[in-house]
T-cell receptor, first 116, second 112 residues
C-alpha cells in the first residue's frame, strides 16, 4: 500500500465551483505540504503544516485554503476554482528529525485538475 | 533570490553516460537533492548532498560544489526506464525553516 495517497486522482470542474483535494499518509510524519506543478515550472509550495495546529502559507496560497484534520490528513480546497488553477497537485510529507537528508519529502501520486 | 537552473531537455543513448548539471544561488543553502519524476507520476528521492564531493549510489552519482553553487547528477549504463524528468532541488533556510526550492526539471529521453 502507498504511504501517501491522494484523492481524487483526476478531477474536471467548472469555473466558480468549490472543490477539495484530499491527502492521507501512513508514514507517521508530522509535516505535510501541498504543491502545484505546471509545465516548464518547478513545483511551487501552496501551503504547509508542521503539525496539526501549525498551518502556514506557501509562495502561492491565494485562492486556496487547507485543513489539517489529523496528523495523517491534509486537505486542499479551491474556494472558487478558476482556469489558471488547472495543474497537477501533489501532497508531500517529511520527518526532518534526522538532519539534512531528513528533509527529504515523500510525494503522493498527484491529482490532475482541469478547471473549465 | 533562490533560483535553481538546469537544462530543459537532454537526450542520450541506451548504455551511455549522461550528466545533468544544476546551478543554484547559495544564499541560505543547506543541501541539494535530486529527484526523479516519470511523466504524470510523483517525484521520488534519488540523492542528497550537503558536503562537497561525489556521492555514488549504484548507476547514479551526485556531485556538489558549495563554493560554485553547482551540482550534477551522473547516470551510467543508461536504460530505457531512465527516461524521466530529473529535478534539482535546493534545501534552503529561509523564514526560519528549511524549505525545498525546485528546479523546473530536466527531461531526459533515452533512445535505443
Amino acid at each position: 500500500d502507498a504511504d501517501v495517497t491522494q484523492t481524487p486522482r483526476n478531477r474536471i470542474t467548472k469555473t466558480g465551483k468549490r472543490i477539495m483535494l484530499e491527502c492521507s499518509q501512513t508514514k507517521g510524519h508530522d509535516r505535510m505540504y501541498w504543491y502545484r506543478q505546471d509545465p516548464g515550472l518547478g513545483l511551487r509550495l501552496i501551503y504547509y503544516s508542521f503539525d496539526v495546529k501549525d498551518i502556514n502559507k506557501g509562495e502561492i496560497s491565494d485562492g486556496y485554503s487547507v485543513s489539517r484534520q489529523a496528523q495523517a490528513k491534509f486537505s486542499l480546497s479551491l474556494e472558487s476554482a478558476i482556469p489558471n488553477q488547472t495543474a497537477l497537485y501533489f501532497c508531500a510529507t517529511s520527518d526532518p528529525g534526522g538532519g539534512g537528508e531528513g528533509e527529504t519529502q515523500y510525494f503522493g501520486p498527484g491529482t490532475r485538475l482541469l478547471v473549465l | 533570490g533562490q533560483n535553481i537552473d538546469q537544462p530543459t531537455e537532454m537526450t542520450a543513448t541506451e548504455g551511455a553516460i549522461v550528466q545533468i548539471n544544476c546551478t543554484y544561488q547559495t544564499s541560505g543553502f543547506n543541501g541539494l537533492f535530486w529527484y526523479q519524476q516519470h511523466a504524470g507520476e510523483a517525484p521520488t528521492f534519488l540523492s542528497y548532498n550537503v558536503l562537497d564531493g561525489l556521492e555514488e549510489k549504484g548507476r547514479f552519482s551526485s556531485f556538489l560544489s558549495r563554493s560554485k553553487g553547482y551540482s550534477y547528477l551522473l547516470l551510467k549504463e543508461l536504460q530505457m526506464k531512465d527516461s524521466a524528468s530529473y529535478l534539482c532541488v535546493g534545501l534552503m533556510f529561509s523564514g526560519g525553516y528549511n524549505k525545498l526550492i525546485f528546479g523546473a526539471g530536466t527531461r531526459l529521453a533515452v533512445h535505443p
